[in-house]
Structures are given as structure tokens and as C-alpha cells.
């Protein structure tokens, strides 16, 4: 079964710390993603990346940075953990193509993080 | 530019009953859409995809959905709801379109689906 992998399911960090979040796929997608989900904001896009290390911010990249050296790895880093960064990280790949090619998004579990 | 609107931010039914959770988007393109449900504490997983063949669309559980050009709509059904459908559910849009070697995909904020029973 084809999926998208997410290091851990709960974290709780200290305020300053740095933190790393990790995800693996299986599928051997091209684009690989980080969204942070927020109750009544939905999901915002913080980074993605569309091949191996290169990556483009998304809407809210402002504290974070990324890092893809393996195409089946990306890595989400919190250089110094706020209180407002205290949320629901989710992972997501995805294969390029158009039409009924295009099949969209495969997540992770999500990470759940809390900083303290 | 492309957006999409879920009209609704909570949706209770009962169990046995249909369920409709309405999607409207916007799009300059020919869109592909999609319907993902998140179960608490879960990541999202996929129901269903529309990307330009036929407009109703079946997925998993018994959900299906319509796409509906000329009222930008793509809205959620099932005739008949059962406890496991109670989450949360994302309409989503893109346009396939390449800027910066990435497709730009459109989240809606969410409908939380209660089943009571």
C-alpha cells in the first residue's frame, strides 16, 4: 500500500528549540508538500517542493525552512519553536500530470505539535 | 485565480438520512476538483476526483458528487448517512496550471459532517 509517511504522530517542544519534522514517501512523486492546519483556517501551504533540492515558499513560510537532499524525503524545520506555531503539520505528495492523469494529493497522518 | 467556497461550516444529520455538503469554486481554467475526508486526528484522505470526464462522479463509502459547470459547483452527496462518515470534509480545486513547477491547489476551509444517531 502506497503511502506517505510522517515521523511522529504527537510532539511537544520547548519554546527556542529547534525542531524537525520529517516525512518520506513511497510513491516516487515529484512534488512534495508541508501544509499547517489550523482550526477555522484550514490548511496553509508553507513550503513544497517540486524536485529534489529545490523548494518554493508557500503562503506562510515566515519561521520555518525546508530541506528535500533525497527525492523520497522532506523535511520541515522550525528554527526556533514559538507558542504560535502550535498546530497540525501535514505531509503530502503528489505525481505530476494533467487531466485524469493528475490524482491529486496523498497525506500523512500529520504531526500534531506542540510548543510549550 | 482560483477559489473555493464551502458554504457550510458544520452539517448534522441523522444516521439513515442523505447527506449534502455544498462546494462552489472558481476557476479561469478547466479545473480538476476533489473531495478529501479528514477523520479526527488523521491525515486526509482522498474520496473522490473529478478531472474532465464525466460529471457525476463515485467514490469511496457510497459519497458521490456533480460537477456542474454552469452553477460552479461540485457538491457532496450520500443517500444515507451512517456514524463512521462523522469528520471533516475538503473541497478542492485546481487548475492544473504550472507556476514555479507547481500546481496550485485551493483548499476550502471545511465542512464538519455530525451524524447523530
Known amino acids: 500500500d502506497v503511502k506517505v509517511t510522517q515521523s511522529s504522530r504527537y510532539l511537544v517542544k520547548r519554546t527556542g528549540e529547534k525542531v524537525f519534522l520529517e516525512c518520506v514517501q513511497d510513491m516516487d512523486h515529484e512534488n512534495m508538500f508541508w501544509y499547517r492546519q489550523d482550526p477555522g483556517l484550514g490548511l496553509r501551504l508553507i513550503y513544497f517542493s517540486y524536485d529534489v533540492k529545490m523548494k518554493e515558499k508557500g503562503d506562510i513560510p515566515e519561521g520555518y525552512s525546508v530541506s528535500r537532499e533525497k527525492k523520497e524525503r522532506f523535511s520541515l524545520i522550525l528554527e526556533s519553536a514559538s507558542t504560535n506555531q502550535t498546530s497540525m503539520y501535514l505531509c503530502a505528495s503528489s505525481q505530476t500530470g494533467t487531466g485524469y492523469l493528475y490524482r491529486g494529493y496523498t497525506f500523512g497522518s500529520g504531526t500534531r505539535l506542540t510548543v510549550v | 485565480a482560483q477559489s473555493v467556497t464551502q458554504l457550510d461550516s458544520h452539517v448534522s444529520v441523522s444516521e439513515g438520512t442523505p447527506v449534502l455538503l455544498r462546494c462552489n469554486y472558481s476557476?479561469?481554467?478547466?479545473?480538476?476538483l476533489f473531495w478529501y475526508v479528514q477523520h479526527p486526528n488523521k491525515g486526509l484522505q482522498l474520496l473522490l476526483k473529478y478531472t474532465s470526464a464525466a460529471t457525476l462522479v463515485k467514490g469511496i463509502n457510497g459519497f458521490e458528487a456533480e460537477f456542474k459547470k454552469s452553477e460552479t459547483s461540485f457538491h457532496l452527496t450520500k443517500p444515507s448517512a451512517h456514524m463512521s462518515d462523522a469528520a471533516e470534509y475538503f473541497c478542492?480545486?485546481?487548475?492544473?496550471?504550472?507556476?514555479?513547477?507547481?500546481?496550485?491547489?485551493?483548499f476550502g476551509t471545511g465542512t464538519k459532517l455530525q451524524v447523530i444517531p
Open positions: 478542492v480545486v485546481t487548475d492544473q496550471r504550472y507556476s514555479g513547477g507547481y500546481q496550485k491547489v485551493t
Open positions: 476557476s479561469s481554467y478547466s479545473p480538476s
